[in-house]
């Protein structure tokens, strides 16, 4: 407890020295605020360094949770000003690097041998560093194929457990005061948090998401995943292919190279689609750090991805549900998102189709009037979300995973081609996956897919039938005797009350005699 609260304290003490406050005077703040922040010590400290620059460093120095947030606000220049946008950029995979020696020492302890006996031209410096680990270039002695080696950052472990501990007892603090905490499932989220950060920690699992993610695109012309080295790898450091290409971010680079950029926007929201409804296996962290573009033909340029340490996955009823919403709102088909909530069991069961449709409506109408390109489609359903809240909206922490995927994926198409129409290539993929997903010759394959344990299911009904039976007959013969001895209970009190009733009368009579006397 008194860990945390001290935590808590030098985060709030890193944010106001880098002049938080400043940048906040735009907002409406109460009076108390306001005078707290003019007496504040912190006032000594300099706001001249521009507001970017101050808070990309507030986020370095409280910790790794924190720059992961920098690295989500930096991906939408279209949500937050442009020159915080662009000076967080380099929190995706230019913060300050730990020693090398550390690294290597890292290295040859995982792997039982000196770096020399596996890799050839091991270079010292590293080719990128960020919040969870750092990545270094060399070639296997083995075929002189390159690759590239991610070590885990030494003791990050601790720091994020530290913090994830700050936050629960946040998260419980704020539940505990506020209806929305509460309906937001604040702690489930953050303990989803944990258990996907945590994941990212160990790269054995990274190196099998790799594979996982390999496979689904095979023989593929949206995405190129680099292959993983399994038995190289272990929990702290992965050895994958090297890979080659321009990062998406660079778009000067890639209009010099005359690169299809409409194909490339489009050619992103089709992986993202095909990521979540088909393979339900998503990239989700799709950070500009993480994505390149192989442009060596500009008229058929295709993405290249690393860093799969996030995955999401979801239920098949989340993905038939997020499914159907997504298309009914392409269709402005407010009644059937108000019934996918209802059905979902996202909104309270007492809550009205026609007044939940009717907020909804009221939302997104006056969005619907805009230029295509001037909707983001992540917010949209952000927008719907939120207008849902007085419903006590309450949706699963994966989901959450999913719209940050959503988000990510939308800014970096808005990025490289601002006219992009998300709606015109999400409606017919998203029609075409519900039809096949209902069609006879597809429910014939998955009912003879099961058939088995159908069988084996059938198989045991006699006896499950049976046990049942023994059990309702258990429980009828314990409520027969819970009866019995509840009657013999009372009849015992009943006694027991006569007896008491008899010695105060007799008392009473011995009192009066004696008051006679």
């Not at 991906?75 to 380099?90: E, G, N, Q, W, Y």
């Not at 700050?166 to 944990?194: G, P």
Request: with cysteine.
């Amino acid at each position: 407890m008194l860990k945390d609260l001290f935590r808590f304290v030098k985060i709030l003490h890193i944010f106001l020295k880098a002049r938080i406050d400043v940048d906040l005077e735009a907002f409406n703040k109460p009076k108390l605020l306001k005078l707290l922040f003019l007496i504040s010590p912190w006032q000594l400290y300099s706001s001249k360094e521009d507001r970017g620059h101050r808070l990309k460093k507030a986020l370095e120095e409280s910790g790794p949770i924190f720059i992961k947030f920098g690295q989500l606000l930096s991906t939408r220049p279209d949500a937050i000003p442009s020159d915080i946008a662009k000076t967080l950029k380099s929190l995706q995979d230019d913060l300050p690097p730990f020693p090398t020696d550390q690294a290597t020492s890292l290295i040859e302890k995982e792997m039982g041998s000196l770096i020399g006996d596996t890799f050839s031209n091991f270079d010292n410096q590293p080719i990128a560093a960020a919040s969870i680990a750092q990545v270094y270039s060399a070639n296997l002695i083995d075929g002189d194929d390159p690759v590239a080696i991610k070590v885990v950052r030494p003791g990050i472990k601790k720091v994020i457990e530290r913090d994830i501990s700050l936050m629960k007892r946040l998260a419980e603090y704020v539940e505990k005061r506020s209806n929305d905490a509460k309906r937001l499932q604040l702690l489930k989220l953050v303990t989803e948090y944990e258990s996907v950060i945590l994941t990212e920690l160990n790269m054995k699992v990274e190196a099998s998401n790799i594979k996982q993610t390999k496979r689904n695109f095979e023989n593929n012309n949206l995405l190129y995943v680099p292959e993983a080295y399994i038995d190289l790898s272990s929990e702290n450091i992965l050895v994958m292919e090297r890979i080659e290409g321009i990062p998406v971010d660079k778009v000067e680079v890639l209009k010099e190279l005359g690169v299809d950029f409409k194909l490339l926007a489009e050619r992103g929201v089709e992986i993202f689609l095909k990521q979540v409804f088909i393979d339900n296996f998503f990239h989700a962290d799709m950070h500009p750090g993480n994505i390149f573009i192989n442009a060596k033909n500009p008229e058929s340029p295709y993405y290249v991805a690393v860093d799969y340490a996030i995955v999401g996955t979801l239920s098949e009823e989340e993905q038939f549900q997020i499914g159907r919403m997504l298309v009914a709102v392409i269709a402005r088909n407010f009644k059937e998102v108000a019934n996918i909530l209802i059905e979902a069991k996202w909104v309270d069961a007492s809550t009205r189709q026609n007044e939940l449709e009717n907020t909804i409506r009221a939302a997104c109408e006056p969005i619907f009037d805009q230029p295509l390109e001037k909707i983001n489609f992540g917010e949209m359903l952000l927008f719907i979300f939120d207008s849902a809240r007085r419903f006590n909206l309450s949706m699963q922490p994966s989901l959450m995973l999913l719209q940050k995927t959503l988000i990510n994926i939308e800014g970096l198409g808005k990025q490289l081609y601002p006219s992009l129409d998300f709606w015109s290539i999400a409606n017919p993929f998203l029609k075409n996956w519900i039809s096949e997903r209902y069609d006879p010759k597809k429910i014939t394959e998955w009912a003879k897919q099961n058939s088995l344990s159908w069988i084996e299911k059938a198989r045991k009904l006699p006896e499950i039938a049976e046990t049942a039976v023994e059990q309702i007959g258990k429980i009828e013969s314990y409520q027969k005797e819970s009866e019995e001895r509840h009657q013999e209970l009372l009849n015992k009190l009943s006694n027991e009350k006569r007896f008491f009733n008899f010695i105060i009368l007799g008392i009473a009579i011995a009192a009066v005699g004696f008051l006679i006397s």
